[in-house]
T-cell receptor
Framework: DGGITQSPKYLFRKEGQNVTLSCEQNLNHDAMYWYRQDPGQGLRLIYY???????QKGDIAEGYSVSREKKESFPLTVTSAQKNPTAFYLC??????????????FGPGTRLTVL | AQSVTQPDIHITVSEGASLELRCNYSYGATPYLFWYVQSPGQGLQLLLK??????LVQGIKGFEAEFKRSQSSFNLRKPSVHWSDAAEYFCAVGAKDSSYKLIFGSGTRLLVRP
């Protein structure tokens, strides 16, 4: 069954701690993305990766870091430098970022709450 | 700069009534347009997409959208709404920068009255 999985579904973190959100896809897609969703603001792009061992900052990369060591995995670390990390985080993938109009497939999301 | 505007934050319709959700975009070239739906606490599911050709696009779950270049719009429609359509709907444009990324509108939450 092909798709994107994110874990955990809910995550709680104390202030000052780093936390890593998992994203795995078995669609054989080259491109992967991380979005942050806040009420009334839609989705904002944090980081994206066009291919293994490559990634670029999106619109709101400050306080976040990523890695892309394997094609199927694109973990996101929310660092203590992120001032307002409580949000819903969505991972997505697509065949390639070089295809015009390429469709993105989304995972179920992780809700992060900072206590 | 590329942008997407969904002017309606909330829309309430009665079950069985018709629906139109508005989307306006700003993009210099031919846009690639998408509508996604999100149920509470879930990821996004693609309803339909427009790349080129016929300006009336059919999607899943009985939805359709019409691309109007002169109005920079891509409104989503459904002739008869079901209670299960209650969700949040996002319009997005595929924008070419160094690569093709999606720019999302802020979403419209649809409530369905029984």
């Amino acid at each position: 069954d092909g798709g994107i999985t994110q874990s955990p579904k809910y995550l709680f973190r104390k202030e000052g701690q780093n936390v890593t959100l998992s994203c795995e896809q078995n669609l054989n897609h080259d491109a992967m993305y991380w979005y942050r969703q806040d009420p009334g603001q839609g989705l904002r792009l944090i980081y994206y990766s066009q291919i293994v061992n490559d990634f670029q900052k999106g619109d709101i990369a400050e306080g976040y870091s990523v890695s892309r060591e394997k094609k199927e995995s694109f973990p996101l670390t929310v660092t203590s430098a992120q001032k307002n990390p409580t949000a819903f985080y969505l991972c997505a993938s697509s065949i390639s970022t070089r295809l015009a109009g390429n469709q993105q497939f989304f995972g179920p999301g992780t809700r992060l709450t900072v206590l | 700069a590329q942008s997407v505007t969904q002017p309606d934050i909330h829309i309430t319709v009665s079950e069985g009534a018709s629906l139109e959700l508005r989307c306006n975009y700003s993009y210099g070239a031919t846009p690639y347009l998408f509508w996604y739906v999100q149920s509470p606490g879930q990821g996004l599911q693609l309803l339909l997409k427009y790349f080129s050709g016929d300006t009336l696009v059919q999607g899943i779950k009985g939805f359709e959208a019409e691309f109007k270049r002169s109005q920079s719009s891509f409104n989503l429609r459904k002739p008869s709404v079901h209670w299960s359509d209650a969700a949040e709907y996002f319009c997005a444009v595929g924008a070419k920068d160094s690569s093709y990324k999606l720019i999302f509108g802020s979403g419209t939450r649809l409530l369905v009255r029984p």
